[in-house]
């Protein structure tokens, strides 16, 4: 069970979707305050509203160092890490963009390095934890979207590294993985979605638990599955492996 009485959390990508549930959630949750991050400020307007003094609101740009250390030297008494913050990146390998392709990594892996290696010290002194948000993608690539899928596997793989190095430190690290959440960014593609706040709770519940990997939704536990049944198809045929798991996904959600 997730408890956080008391307890002062950071989250990244906060003004939307995912990110604004896990800022509901802590905040149900009991904390005592929560460092609201986002590229635009303004956009966290609501959660000002909503729960006042207890919402500190940080702009946060992971593609720029210097907003990074800004946000590290203001936020030093973080107990849980929420690194959300994420952009698409639909093309070919050989047809995306260069900065395209340096946005991503930048914000998947550079940027969250940065903001997890100045706000660790903290975090293990309080014992608390670190939870990434990546993606199915991570695990099962992209059909439309390999260097999207490449820069989430990189976080994965970072993320953990970071859990074999805390686990003697008292530190919990985990892995998110949603599969089709109902957020603006897939707003328009027809099929069966979860919803945001049940992909949160399904978080927080696993990094409670102190899993590794958590799979928060149905597509997601299917992704799962696959990896541990059909990993050959995974490496050797991704595209065919992909368009079957998609096509049995809708079958069973009927979408």
């Given at each position: 069970?997730f408890?956080?009485?008391?307890?002062?959390?950071?989250?990244?990508?906060?003004?939307?979707?995912?990110?604004?549930?896990?800022?509901?959630?802590?905040?149900?949750?009991?904390?005592?305050?929560?460092?609201?991050?986002?590229?635009?400020?303004?956009?966290?307007?609501?959660?000002?509203?909503?729960?006042?003094?207890?919402?500190?609101?940080?702009?946060?740009?992971?593609?720029?160092?210097?907003?990074?250390?800004?946000?590290?030297?203001?936020?030093?008494?973080?107990?849980?890490?929420?690194?959300?913050a994420?952009?698409?990146?639909?093309?070919?390998?050989?047809?995306?963009?260069?900065a395209?392709?340096?946005t991503?990594?930048?914000?998947?892996?550079?940027?969250?390095?940065?903001?997890?290696?100045?706000?660790?010290?903290?975090?293990?002194?309080?014992?608390?934890?670190?939870?990434?948000?990546?993606?199915?993608?991570?695990?099962?690539?992209?059909?439309g979207?390999?260097?999207?899928?490449?820069?989430?596997?990189?976080?994965?793989?970072?993320?953990?590294?970071?859990?074999?190095e805390?686990?003697?430190m008292?530190?919990?690290?985990?892995?998110?993985h949603?599969?089709?959440?109902?957020?603006?960014?897939?707003?328009?593609?027809?099929?069966?979605?979860?919803?945001?706040?049940?992909?949160?709770?399904?978080?927080?519940?696993g990094?409670a638990?102190?899993?590794?990997?958590?799979?928060?939704?149905?597509?997601?536990?299917?992704?799962?599955?696959?990896?541990?049944?059909?990993?050959?198809?995974?490496?050797?045929?991704?595209?065919?492996?992909?368009t079957?798991?998609?096509?049995?996904?809708?079958?069973?959600?009927?979408?």
């Amino acid at each position: 069970m997730f408890e956080f009485e008391g307890k002062v959390g950071l989250v990244t990508g906060a003004n939307r979707g995912i990110g604004a549930c896990f800022v509901d959630a802590l905040m149900d949750a009991g904390a005592v305050k929560v460092y609201a991050c986002a590229r635009k400020p303004e956009s966290m307007d609501w959660a000002v509203e909503k729960y006042g003094s207890r919402i500190i609101v940080l702009r946060l740009d992971l593609a720029g160092p210097d907003h990074i250390d800004e946000v590290i030297a203001q936020a030093s008494d973080v107990d849980l890490l929420i690194s959300n913050a994420g952009r698409g990146g639909s093309g070919s390998v050989v047809e995306l963009e260069d900065a395209l392709v340096r946005t991503l990594f930048e914000v998947h892996v550079f940027g969250p390095r940065r903001l997890i290696t100045g706000l660790i010290p903290g975090i293990v002194e309080r014992k608390g934890g670190v939870i990434l948000v990546q993606s199915t993608a991570a695990l099962a690539m992209s059909r439309g979207g390999p260097m999207y899928s490449a820069s989430k596997s990189a976080a994965t793989f970072m993320g953990m590294g970071l859990r074999e190095e805390m686990r003697q430190m008292g530190v919990k690290v985990s892995n998110v993985h949603p599969g089709f959440t109902n957020t603006d960014i897939i707003a328009t593609y027809e099929i069966a979605k979860a919803e945001p706040r049940d992909v949160v709770d399904a978080a927080l519940a696993g990094w409670a638990n102190d899993e590794a990997h958590v799979f928060t939704d149905l597509y997601s536990q299917m992704v799962h599955e696959q990896l541990l049944t059909e990993v050959d198809a995974l490496l050797f045929e991704p595209v065919t492996a992909g368009t079957d798991l998609i096509a049995e996904y809708r079958r069973r959600t009927n979408s």
